[in-house]
């Protein structure tokens, strides 16, 4: 019988022959996105002409626009902890990864973090989908001829019926929008760098690369926003409970980030982060991976140090499937761990976190779509003196 790991090498391979079900994905929130395209080679042709803005090379030259966000957040935490104020941290890091994928995507963050208790209604208009969208996964076709109705009633009957569905339309029209707007300025000067559309607008047909209609866009843009938001939002959710709840864990760590950042003001580049070996491991441990025995010795204990060797690391890295693999592999990758290290790296070196009222209850996850956790992580947070 052929294992699990032998499987999914054969079917998240590069050159992979296998389609998606078209069927299954038939997301209504992500029409006309890159995810709901079955054929591998349309696929690819789609996830090649982003694919340039989403390498290390443009993070790193977009970096400012990701240290911009995290000060923000930064300052936010800090102000919480002189007043003594709980956070959920929970939902302040879907604040803060939704105005870094906003802000990285169109310059013009989703403004999350501005909103009271970070609960944005585009973020919690996502959540709910997600809560409610299982269902779509066994009546796709109904949930599809609902989601048309839906749209052609008026929207106060919308708001009324279903509010997050309502909610869902709202930040679709909010992204055409955006959308409308690039196109608008399309090949006048810009006033800063380019985004990740505004070169899309203009395929280069002779690289093959496809002419996207409007549905095509607002779909690729729903799906960067809730793929850049949710799930870099996890990892540093469960990431952060499992650091708190092992001593050890976190002394290893702040002893690492107090050596390399003897300044705790100073913001590190993410390239300078990467550098820091046990800092790294916390963010690969902190990703959801399969729970093969034979491969990730006891899986469901939070072990950094598993990572530590770097033999050990390439077989357990051929083997990681959070970010998915092959010609269907996430263009996010080299964003979200990005992000994971200079969030984790500085947090910690900044402020320290106390869980309240948090139980281990609360910190199991469910995959709704993507993993959702049943409860709230809530801190309290005090200032480091040095």
């Given amino acids: 019988m052929a294992s699990e790991a032998m499987i999914s090498k054969r079917i998240y391979r590069v050159g992979t022959k296998h389609p998606k079900d078209g069927t299954y994905y038939q997301e209504t929130f992500m029409d006309g996105s890159i995810v709901n395209i079955p054929g591998v080679k349309e696929a690819k042709r789609r996830k090649d002409m982003y694919q340039p803005f989403f390498s290390r ?20 935490l800090t102000s919480a902890a002189k007043s003594k104020q709980v956070i959920d941290l929970s ?22 973090l501005d909103v009271p208790g970070f609960e944005h209604p585009f973020m919690m208009a996502i959540d709910e989908f997600c809560k409610n969208g299982r269902w779509d996964k066994y009546f796709p076709r109904t949930f599809i001829l609902v989601d048309k109705i839906l749209q052609k009633l008026p929207d106060s009957w919308v708001r009324r019926l279903v509010p997050p569905v309502k909610s869902i339309h709202d ?11 690039l196109k608008a300025r399309s090949g006048k000067e810009a006033d800063g760098p380019p985004t990740v559309f505004d070169t899309c607008l203009q395929p280069d047909l002779e690289k093959d690369q496809p002419i996207l209609s409007d549905k095509d866009f607002v779909g690729d843009a ?16 469960t990431g952060t409970w499992h650091i708190l709840s092992n001593p050890d864990v976190r002394e290893k760590l702040q002893q690492e980030l107090t ?28 990703i ?88 709230d992580l809530k801190v309290s947070i005090t200032e480091m003196t040095k």
């Fill in 222 to 237: 729903c799906l960067m926003l809730a793929a850049g938001m949710d799930t870099t939002a996890h990892a540093l959710t």
């Fill in 91 to 112: 939902m302040a890091f879907r604040a803060l990864t939704a105005d870094m994928i906003t802000q990285y995507c169109w310059q013009e963050p989703l403004g999350a």
């Fill in 288 to 375: 959801v991976y399969h729970l093969d025995e034979n491969i990730f010795s006891d899986p469901h204990s939070f072990k950094p140090e598993r990572w530590l060797d770097p033999d050990t690391f390439r077989e357990l890295d051929r083997h990681l499937l959070s970010f998915s693999r092959g010609t269907r592999g996430c263009l996010g990758i080299n964003l979200a761990l990005s992000e994971l290290n200079i969030v984790f790296a500085h947090l910690f070196r900044r402020l320290d976190l106390k869980v309240v009222g948090t139980t281990a209850g609360d910190m199991e996850w469910q995959d709704l779509y993507i993993p959702i956790i049943k409860g």
């Fill in 171 to 181: 930040l679709q029209s909010d992204l055409h929008r955006r959308v409308t707007e």
């Fill in 57 to 76: 090379a443009a993070i790193q030259k977009l970096e400012p626009v990701l240290q911009t966000r995290m000060q923000k957040f930064l300052s936010i």
């Fill in 259 to 286: 050596e390399a950042i003897p300044d705790k003001a100073t913001l590190m580049s993410a390239s300078d982060v990467e550098e820091l070996p046990y800092l790294t491991v916390i963010s690969h441990s902190a």
